[in-house]
């Protein structure tokens, strides 16, 4: 499969000429099954323009982590929503209260968006619970990890090759130990062993000491919490909004040395990762 990243930026669309190189738009990576199948990853800011590249496509699949603005934003401009020959199908967390097409249409419904859910031709809702599931030819497994809200990570396998997607998450939170016990490590089993973690990597551990519990990861805890998983390669996403290019640069600098076992990747807008 193939991965490329439209939206890597978290928490709020940060487009200007200092957020060009890493991105601007939120959360949205597309994946390419060996099928050629259209899986995106969140939709975010960056989905409208992924959108306009998927005309021919007749079948398109969006998992979402959570429901968070900056993963969902992106939805009412997607134009294959509102495409009747494209079948979507929108994957999130299940809620114990409202299903995931009646929390999307708070926001797909006035005042907040002029059109309602049920105006739209061909949308199918999925509540995932932590479980495992098929789409074309990729193997899916989604697990609840630690962040505000009921938030799933992925991990997509096919043929042996596995990508895992975490890209809110706070793994040392909730875990005296860390990073020394693995097994009671938010996300640990879903990362096992990837090919390539696409993790959130939001804050300087300066930042992170007044952000705890908000649910990202700081620069030192991901460079442990990639070590312990024994990822070959990690790709650094969900960038903070007030992060330029440069910082975002000295940051990677100074991950490089605390970077064992694996690549370490600038999760840039426009990269494509063959897995
Ligand atoms: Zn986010
Ligand atoms: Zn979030």
Redesign the pocket.
Same mark, same amino acid.
């Given at each position: 499969m193939k991965a490329t990243l439209w939206g890597t930026r +978290? /928490?709020i669309a940060a487009a200007g000429p200092d957020t060009v190189r890493y991105g601007g738009d939120t959360s949205s990576v597309e994946l390419r099954t060996k099928n050629n199948r259209a899986v995106i990853l969140d939709a975010g800011s960056a989905i409208r323009r992924l959108g306009s590249t998927l005309s021919e496509e007749t079948r398109v699949d969006i998992l979402l /982590? !959570?429901l968070?603005m900056? !993963?969902v934003q992106g939805l009412p401009f997607f134009a294959p929503l509102l495409d009747p020959n494209i079948e979507v199908h929108i994957w999130g967390p299940i809620s114990t209260t409202r299903t995931l097409r009646s929390r999307l249409a708070r926001y797909l419904s006035p005042p907040l968006f002029p059109v309602r859910v049920r105006e739209l031709p061909e949308v199918v809702f999925h509540d995932v619970p932590p479980s495992s599931f098929e789409i074309d030819s990729l193997h899916i497994s989604a697990d609840l990890i630690t !962040? =505000? +809200?009921a938030?799933l990570g992925y991990r997509i396998a096919e043929d042996g090759a596995v990508l895992t997607y975490l =890209?809110?998450h706070e793994p040392a939170l909730g875990c005296r130990e860390f990073p020394n016990a693995p097994e009671w490590t938010s996300g640990y089993d879903l990362a096992a062993n990837s090919d390539v973690l696409i993790h959130d990597a939001q804050y300087t551990d300066e930042e992170y000491v007044g952000r705890v519990g908000w +649910? !990202?990861t700081c620069a030192s805890q991901l460079a442990v919490f990639a070590e312990m998983t024994a990822a070959k390669r990690l790709v650094t996403f969900h960038h903070d909004p007030s992060h330029s290019d440069e910082m975002l640069d000295d940051i990677h600098e100074e991950l490089k040395p605390l970077t064992n076992g694996y690549e370490l990747i600038a999760g840039q807008v426009g990269l494509t990762i063959e897995i």
């Open positions: +978290g /928490s /982590s !959570h968070h900056d !993963h !962040h =505000p +809200g938030t =890209p809110d +649910g !990202h």
